[in-house]
């Protein structure tokens, strides 16, 4: 059977989001009524299949909330988790009851180990349990859910035993839960093709499966599981849950959709919805999400190599395997830091309006590793802060060397300068009323100069105290003005450098300056 778009309908991969169920426990994720019925609403949107909607008999809050959920979002099935007692599922179809496609989700341990320590029952208890429980939810709704809690540990006859007793209550799907993060992707794929092998009646229900990341593999166990059978991949939106959280949703759906050609798989995920999705997540927890995460994190379509950025400028797909707008990022962000190359720089000025000859853009580079061996990022604003320090250039008769300052409410302002002055070093120091009056002074003194200032001024380039500071100084002489800039994270040196680069503008603004013979 095909879909109207011809995907095969035994190739779909039902995503089932557990964000607001697995995901709330996460230490600190808590969300109100409102908040979870947003979260609904876009997952909803994003064309997640199934959404948990919660716990129902955990409180009356959560009760209400998955009722609300279940009332007002009709786009797609709405679950609620029940342990395997009548009490649990009695409230959680009370929750759903009113859901367009509603789902009751319930559950027992299979492992030995929490048969002995937590549920202390036997093995024939526990399954008694299961069954009767899947038969008593199916009574509400043919759309039942089934999971042996801790399946990674249980004994393999024991697990293949209960699934097929509850597929025969029941039980449409049928959820294998990496409970504690225990498995690695071979196991767990071998996992589910014994169940497609070893279980009679596999085949009338969805295999569906709940992995946590303790040792970081939710989402390349999920994987593993679909290459052997599985159809349904219980995920949060950013991986969040319990402990190290789930498998993350969208990591899941872009593995799927970028590796076509070996899974053969398909989901119905408007991808262009994720980072929305990962955005209003992270507004409503507060969690936020770690730089370098897949597919949401801010740096996933950042890149910073020179070598990067240059094959992306040449053809995206040398080193995107996807695209950012594939997941609703506008567009892929180009770092420019220490490691960037001529030809991102050049790309990005192109890209700003500036049309540079070879050798402006020779001197700009320089000045850009300068600058990028200060500061983390060097954002657009800094690179016109030096097109605007190089077009403001004149011939330069002085060169700012060396600048060490000495300030504080307990000393005397003092600015140690070195400037070449046509081409030989010289070094004074400088007395002021601040440090800028000091800098000035020893300016000053080395060109013996001493024009009237007009106008002097330093903005922040960008925010963040690493910013660059742009200094402005105006300098008049003969009738004549010339306003020098200069951009430095120093904004003492960027003040050296505009009032130097002032100087320089005003003896090619006057031809008839006075020479300065220095000593």
Same mark, same amino acid.
């Given at each position: 059977? #095909?879909?109207? /778009?011809?995907?095969?309908?035994?190739? &779909?991969?039902?995503?089932?989001? @557990?964000?607001?169920?697995?995901?709330?426990?996460?230490?600190?994720?808590? *969300?109100?009524?409102?908040?979870?019925?947003?979260?609904?609403?876009?997952?909803?949107?994003?064309?997640?299949?199934?959404?948990?909607?919660?716990?129902?008999?955990?409180?009356?809050?959560?009760? #209400?909330?998955?009722?609300?959920?279940?009332?007002?979002?009709?786009?797609?099935?709405?679950?609620?988790?029940?342990?395997?007692?009548?009490?649990?599922?009695?409230?959680?179809?009370?929750?759903?009851?009113?859901?367009? =496609?509603? &789902?009751?989700?319930?559950?027992?341990?299979?492992?030995?180990?929490?048969?002995?320590?937590?549920?202390?029952?036997?093995?024939?208890?526990?399954?008694?349990?299961?069954?009767?429980?899947?038969?008593?939810?199916?009574?509400?709704?043919?759309?039942?859910?089934?999971?042996? *809690?801790?399946?990674?540990?249980?004994?393999?006859?024991?697990?293949?035993?209960?699934?097929?007793?509850?597929?025969?209550?029941?039980?449409?799907?049928?959820?294998?839960?990496?409970? %504690?993060?225990?498995?690695?992707?071979?196991?767990?794929?071998?996992?589910?093709?014994?169940?497609?092998?070893?279980?009679?009646?596999? +085949?009338?229900?969805?295999?569906?499966?709940?992995?946590?990341?303790?040792?970081?593999?939710?989402?390349?166990?999920?994987?593993?599981?679909?290459?052997?059978?599985? &159809?349904?991949?219980?995920?949060?939106?950013?991986?969040?849950?319990?402990?190290?959280?789930?498998?993350?949703?969208?990591?899941?759906?872009?593995?799927? /959709?970028?590796?076509?050609?070996?899974?053969?798989?398909? @989901?119905?995920?408007?991808?262009?919805?994720?980072?929305? =999705?990962?955005?209003?997540?992270? $507004?409503?927890?507060?969690?936020?999400?770690?730089?370098?995460?897949?597919?949401?994190?801010?740096?996933?379509?950042?890149? /910073?190599?020179?070598? +990067? $950025?240059?094959?992306?400028?040449?053809?995206?797909?040398?080193? #995107?395997?996807?695209?950012? $707008? =594939?997941?609703?990022?506008?567009?892929?962000?180009?770092?420019?830091?220490? +490691?960037?190359?001529?030809?991102?720089?050049?790309?990005?000025?192109?890209?700003?309006?500036?049309?540079?000859?070879?050798?402006?853009?020779?001197?700009?580079?320089?000045?850009?590793?300068?600058?990028?061996?200060?500061?983390?990022? %060097?954002?657009?604003?800094?690179?016109?802060?030096?097109?605007?320090?190089?077009?403001? &250039?004149? /011939? #330069?008769?002085?060169?700012?060397?060396?600048?060490?300052?000495?300030?504080?409410?307990?000393?005397?302002?003092?600015?140690?300068?070195?400037?070449?002055?046509?081409?030989?070093?010289?070094?004074?120091?400088?007395?002021?009323?601040?440090?800028?009056?000091?800098?000035?002074?020893?300016?000053?003194?080395?060109?013996?100069?001493?024009?009237?200032?007009?106008?002097?001024? %330093?903005?922040? %380039?960008?925010?963040?105290?690493?910013?660059?500071?742009?200094?402005?100084?105006?300098?008049?002489?003969?009738?004549?003005?010339?306003?020098?800039?200069?951009?430095?994270?120093?904004?003492?040196?960027? =003040?050296?450098?505009?009032?130097?680069?002032?100087?320089?503008?005003?003896?090619?603004?006057?031809?008839?300056?006075?020479?300065?013979?220095?000593?």
């Amino acid at each position: 059977m #095909e879909t109207k /778009e011809g995907k095969a309908e035994k190739n &779909r991969v039902f995503i089932f989001d @557990t964000t607001l169920r697995d995901g709330e426990q996460s230490p600190g994720a808590s *969300m109100n009524p409102d908040e979870k019925l947003r979260i609904a609403r876009q997952l909803e949107k994003m064309g997640v299949d199934i959404v948990e909607a919660g716990f129902p008999v955990a409180s009356e809050g959560d009760f #209400e909330s998955v009722r609300q959920i279940a009332r007002e979002v009709r786009g797609c099935r709405i679950a609620a988790l029940a342990r395997a007692n009548f009490t649990d599922i009695d409230r959680a179809w009370e929750a759903v009851a009113e859901a367009a =496609s509603p &789902r009751i989700h319930t559950f027992i341990s299979s492992s030995d180990i929490h048969l002995k320590y937590q549920l202390k029952k036997s093995r024939s208890q526990v399954l008694d349990e299961a069954c009767k429980a899947v038969a008593h939810a199916c009574r509400y709704t043919k759309d039942v859910e089934f999971s042996p *809690m801790d399946a990674t540990r249980s004994d393999r006859d024991y697990l293949c035993q209960m699934v097929e007793a509850v597929i025969a209550e029941g039980a449409t799907t049928v959820n294998i839960p990496d409970t %504690v993060g225990y498995a690695i992707p071979a196991e767990f794929g071998d996992l589910i093709a014994t169940l497609f092998s070893r279980v009679k009646n596999i +085949h009338q229900a969805v295999v569906s499966v709940h992995c946590h990341n303790d040792l970081g593999l939710a989402t390349a166990n999920a994987l593993a599981a679909l290459m052997n059978g599985a &159809r349904q991949v219980e995920c949060t939106i950013n991986g969040i849950g319990e402990r190290a959280g789930n498998s993350a949703m969208e990591e899941v759906v872009m593995a799927v /959709e970028t590796r076509k050609d070996l899974f053969g798989l398909w @989901t119905g995920i408007k991808t262009e919805q994720i980072h929305k =999705s990962s955005r209003l997540l992270t $507004q409503i927890t507060g969690i936020n999400v770690q730089p370098n995460k897949a597919i949401v994190g801010a740096n996933a379509f950042a890149h /910073e190599s020179g070598i +990067h $950025q240059d094959g992306l400028i040449k053809e995206k797909s040398t080193y #995107e395997i996807m695209t950012p $707008q =594939s997941v609703g990022i506008s567009a892929t962000h180009i770092v420019l830091g220490k +490691h960037s190359g001529r030809h991102a720089i050049a790309d990005r000025l192109k890209a700003m309006g500036y049309g540079l000859s070879e050798e402006e853009i020779n001197r700009i580079f320089v000045h850009f590793k300068e600058l990028a061996d200060m500061k983390k990022e %060097v954002f657009d604003e800094d690179l016109e802060a030096i097109v605007y320090e190089e077009a403001s &250039r004149a /011939e #330069e008769r002085y060169r700012f060397l060396y600048l060490n300052v000495v300030s504080g409410n307990a000393a005397v302002p003092t600015a140690t300068m070195q400037m070449e002055v046509d081409g030989k070093m010289v070094q004074e120091a400088g007395f002021g009323v601040g440090p800028v009056d000091a800098t000035f002074a020893a300016i000053r003194k080395i060109t013996k100069t001493d024009y009237p200032l007009l106008k002097y001024a %330093v903005n922040a %380039v960008t925010g963040g105290t690493d910013a660059q500071g742009e200094a402005t100084v105006q300098l008049k002489f003969n009738g004549r003005s010339a306003v020098g800039r200069g951009a430095h994270p120093d904004v003492l040196v960027a =003040s050296a450098k505009a009032y130097i680069n002032a100087l320089n503008r005003l003896e090619w603004l006057s031809k008839d300056i006075r020479k300065v013979k220095i000593a």
